[in-house]
């Protein structure tokens, strides 16, 4: 018989065992809701990154204007065909202006014809022939006879020079500009063609005459 305010020793035991389980079971509990947690976290992880989110997409099915820019043309005239040379030119590009080679008039012009063959008449002949064209003449001897027809030229003379070789047969091989005393290549008394602009020396080649 068991005196009243006193127990079996076995249920003091009892009790003890009793917390030990209600405390492993709360740790396991813990332990459960942990792995519980981290599946679900891993469970919205993709492999390689963060969470994927989802995109939107437009559904909108409004039909896109399409704007259409239109270049004129550079030119709408046809190109040109030059009579007579068969070129073909643009009429949208202006043609390239090349300046003429102003001459004066021959009666302008001053020359002196110089004999550099030692032939009687010579000169007279030739520069009666530049008279009849018009311009200014004088006949003369060369200082020295050469073989070499030369037209020789003041400074901005040299288109007028052109012209008198061409009426005397010749052409732009002849010119020459003028030394710095042109009426030294001269003989005679020169007094009268101090002011004259293009001196013609004629040669035995006879190129000018």
């Not at 035991?13 to 917390?19: D, K, P």
């Not at 405390?23 to 813990?30: D, F, K, N, Q, Y």
């Not at 003429?100 to 022939?129: C, D, F, I, Q, Y």
Request: aromatic share 4%; proline share 8%; glycine share 12%.
């Amino acid at each position: 018989m068991i005196s009243p305010g006193h127990f079996p020793s076995d249920r003091s035991h009892n009790r003890s065992s009793a917390g030990s389980a209600a405390a492993r079971g709360g740790v396991l509990i813990v332990f459960a809701a942990a792995i519980g947690f981290l599946l679900l976290w891993r469970g919205g992880v993709g492999d390689d990154g963060p969470p994927l989110v989802a995109v939107a997409t437009d559904t909108d099915t409004s039909p896109s204007v399409t704007t259409t820019t239109t270049i004129p043309p550079t030119s709408t005239a046809p190109d040109q065909v030059v009579p007579g040379t068969g070129e073909v030119t643009d009429p949208t590009v202006a043609p390239t202006t090349v300046a003429t080679p102003t001459t004066r008039p021959p009666n302008e012009v001053k020359v002196v014809v110089a004999n550099g063959v030692g032939e009687a008449g010579l000169a007279g002949g030739r520069s009666g022939h530049l008279t009849t064209a018009g311009y200014v003449t004088k006949a003369a001897n060369a200082k020295s006879t050469t073989a070499l027809s030369t037209v020789f030229y003041l400074s901005g003379y040299e288109h007028d020079a052109l012209g008198v070789a061409s009426h005397l047969g010749g052409d732009a091989a002849t010119l020459r500009p003028a030394p710095a005393d042109p009426l030294g290549l001269l003989a005679d008394d020169t007094t009268d063609v101090a002011d004259f602009h293009i001196f013609v020396v004629l040669g035995s080649d006879r190129i000018l005459g």
